[in-house]
């Protein structure tokens, strides 16, 4: 059940938040260079083809999204994205998601209206899940993912040279409250300069420090993702070794024993893996069984 905790090697879920002018989609694309140096990078552009304004800066596909934004066109695309074999996609940006046209807020309101009384919560049981289904094919995918969110816009008064001059501010990301927790890493972008502030950071890279993020951003975030172990490459290795074991196995009631005192192992594999352990095993006990029965 339990077994030595070990950071294995992953995929980055970076979130980019800032309000608009803050350099999202421009960092995304810097640190995308850096994740996966010989690419291939893919853009959801939700953001009516300003994904495409920087094409000069790097080699990239863009797959435009238009309304409805609904959790389940994002979902197609990033499916699509992955199967395509991508290494990094950027979801440029998430926020339309939650309150663009045909996004969830729209789907609640919609929901709300259908039921007989009117009912806000009832509705968020229909449409929760549809949110949940999207956030969950984000984490569950097998690429890095760069998802930008815009925050409500604020002003501060700040003093520069003597005088007093407005300076735009991001707030909360314009997203599911909490959103920010389902990432590795989020940094809050400012207008003034794109400077970088880790919000969030289970890394430890970017504790305390504010910088401008570039191609050795994402150079940084990739060696940190490298250094865990590869739970595929190590997976298949004490497959082999546990499956040159069960061939030595000489009876039916020693593979049952034999299961139990390797129940620690086989918890360390994929279940793919350990589906393919659990046929062989199968038939490797029909083939005892069949051998001890009386001639």
């Known amino acids: 059940m339990f077994r030595k905790a070990e950071r294995r090697q992953a995929k980055l879920r970076l979130a ?4 608009s002018g803050s350099g999202k989609t421009y960092s995304a694309l810097l640190i995308a260079q850096g994740l996966a140096p010989e690419g291939p990078i893919a853009v959801i552009d939700t953001e009516r083809g300003s994904g495409e304004l920087y094409a000069d800066l790097t080699r990239y596909d863009v797959a435009p999204l238009a309304p409805p934004f609904s959790p389940a066109r994002y979902i197609e695309r990033i499916q699509a994205a992955e199967q395509a074999g991508y290494a990094v996609l950027i979801i440029d940006s998430l926020t339309h998601a939650w309150v663009g046209e045909g996004g969830v807020l729209e789907l609640h309101d919609k929901a709300t209206a259908a039921n007989r009384g009117g009912n806000s919560f009832a509705a968020w049981r229909e449409v929760t899940p549809k949110h949940n289904q999207l956030v969950d094919t984000i984490l569950g995918a097998e690429l890095h993912v760069i998802v930008t969110l815009r925050t409500k816009t604020a002003y501060d008064l700040v003093e520069e040279n003597g005088r007093k001059k407005p300076v735009k501010v991001g707030l909360a990301p314009v997203q599911r409250e909490g959103i920010e927790y389902e990432f590795t890493t989020v940094l809050d972008l400012a207008v003034e ?8 950071d289970r890394t430890r890279l970017f504790d305390g420090s504010h910088f401008v993020p570039s191609v ?9 993702l490298d250094q865990g172990h590869d739970p595929v490459a190590d997976s298949q290795i004490l497959l082999n070794r546990l499956l040159a074991s069960v061939s030595q196995v000489p009876t039916a009631a020693q ?11 086989i918890a360390r594999l994929t279940p793919e893996d350990r589906d393919l352990l659990t046929a062989e095993c199968s038939d490797r006990k029909l083939i005892l069984q069949a051998e001890a029965e009386p001639a």
């Open 16 to 19: 980019l938040c800032g309000p």
């Open 193 to 200: 300069g794109h400077v970088a502030t880790a919000t969030k």
């Open 216 to 224: 050795a951003t994402g150079q940084a975030l990739s060696g940190w």
């Open 255 to 265: 593979l049952n024993s034999w299961w139990r005192q390797q129940r620690e192992h």
